[in-house]
């Protein structure tokens, strides 16, 4: 997943600069945002917040860090991403925040544990063996997180006038629904707040 995604995203990311939104391919700043609000919505959730480690998959420019903070969600926070570009600037906008360059899928955070894991816009970019890479990401992701997990996907309901498929996948909601209810009943699905993409929250 590696030479993929960091490929592509330190070309975007060389083109936007620091513009975070349009170098994690959002459509605005706006769009952007209203995506760390849905995250953030499990941190009010069953399951106290504070003092909650929050792991940030895919972080890129380390914008959901920025909008933590600036609505008060003090948590320890660790971002990691693929690309050294994102990395980069993730360090240059947040020197208080921790980011580390490295490939989530064979990434070895020994023995730590998270409170929650957030993941956003990561998967949408096609890779070799897409749904296998995903799911085991997936997998990984429940095992490291202590009370919830939440990641977004494009979905495959989408109005094919909106499908980019020539970069972008679109994932099936009821397979990707399907492979986490292997892992705990305790699943929400919202395909309501975006024609074309659902969330998916996993709480423990």
Same mark, same amino acid.
């Given at each position: ?20 939104? +349009?170098? +994690? ?32 998959? !895919? ?30 600037? +993730? =360090? ?18 020994? %023995? ?8 956003? !816009?990561?998967?949408?970019? =096609?890779? %070799? %063996? ?16 202590? %009370? ?9 309901? +989408?109005?094919?006038?909106?499908? /980019? ?32 993409? /659902? ?6």
């Amino acid at each position: 997943m590696r030479d993929e995604n960091a490929s592509y995203f330190d070309k975007s990311c060389k083109q936007h600069k620091d513009c975070g939104w +349009a170098a +994690a391919l959002w459509f605005s700043e706006e769009d952007q945002i209203g995506r760390f609000a849905l995250l953030a919505k499990m941190l009010s959730g069953p399951f106290p917040p504070k003092n909650s480690y929050i792991l940030d998959v !895919g972080c890129g420019q380390g914008d959901l860090y920025g909008f933590l903070r600036n609505r008060g969600i003090k948590n320890n926070y660790l971002g990691i991403d693929v690309s050294s570009e994102m990395i980069g600037y +993730a =360090k240059k906008k947040y020197p208080e925040g921790d980011f580390i360059l490295g490939d989530f899928s064979t990434y070895d955070f020994e %023995n730590l544990k998270f409170g929650y894991v957030m993941c956003n !816009g990561m998967f949408s970019v =096609k890779i %070799n %063996n897409q749904l296998d890479v995903v799911k085991n990401c997936i997998y990984k992701m429940y095992d490291l997180s202590e %009370n919830a997990l939440s990641i977004n996907f494009l979905s495959d309901e +989408a109005p094919d006038e909106q499908k /980019f498929k020539e970069y972008y996948f679109y994932y099936s909601p009821i397979d990707i629904l399907k492979c986490c209810l292997k892992l705990t009943t305790d699943v929400k699905l919202d395909h309501s707040y975006c024609d074309h993409e /659902f969330m998916i929250t996993i709480y423990k």
